[in-house]
C-alpha cells in the first residue's frame, strides 16, 4: 500500500492514500515490520518501478511520518524468529522470490499480526494470516 500510494502514476494510488490514511487514525495498532520498510525505500526510489521515484529523503520522510504516529510500531526477528520462519517455510514451501514473503508472514505470526493489507495475491498461500485487497 506505501508504494501505491506515493506513486503518483499508480491508478491505486488515491485508493491507496484512503486506506493508510484510514488506518492510520487508529485505533488499531499498525506494525511495519523492517524488511517492509526497507523494500519499500529500495523500490520507491527506483527510476525501473516508478516513472518518477522518490528521492531518498521524501522516502524516508513518509517512513518517518508513520513511524511517529502512536499507534504505530517497528517489528524486527527476536529469538524466535527462526523457529517461526521454520514453520511457515515448511507450511508453504517458498522459494525465489516468495522466500521474502515467508520472511513477512513469521513475523506477523511472531508478533501476534494476523491480518496484512496487500495487492499481492502471493500471501493467500500462507496459512495464519488474513489477506486484504482493498482494490478488490
Do not use: C, K
Not at 101 to 124: K, S
Request: aromatic share 10%; proline share 6%; hydrophobic share 45%.
Amino acid at each position: 500500500m506505501l508504494l501505491y500510494a506515493s506513486d503518483a502514476a499508480s491508478p491505486y494510488r488515491s485508493r491507496a492514500v484512503e486506506l493508510i490514511d484510514e488506518i492510520a487514525r487508529g485505533p488499531q495498532i499498525i506494525y511495519l515490520f523492517w524488511p517492509t520498510v526497507m523494500a519499500y525505500l529500495r523500490l520507491a526510489t527506483h527510476p525501473s518501478v516508478f516513472t518518477t521515484p522518490l528521492s531518498l529523503a521524501d522516502a524516508r520522510t513518509n517512513v518517518s511520518q508513520l513511524m511517529e504516529l502512536p499507534n504505530v510500531q517497528a517489528g524486527a526477528e527476536s529469538d524466535r524468529f527462526w523457529e517461526r520462519f521454520v514453520e511457515v517455510a515448511d507450511d508453504a514451501r517458498p522459494s525465489g522470490n516468495l522466500v521474502s514473503d515467508a520472511h513477512l508472514v513469521a513475523l506477523m505470526l511472531e508478533h501476534g499480526v494476523r491480518r496484512i493489507w496487500t495487492h499481492d495475491r502471493d500471501f493467500r498461500r500462507f496459512r495464519g494470516i488474513e489477506v486484504r485487497d482493498p482494490f478488490s
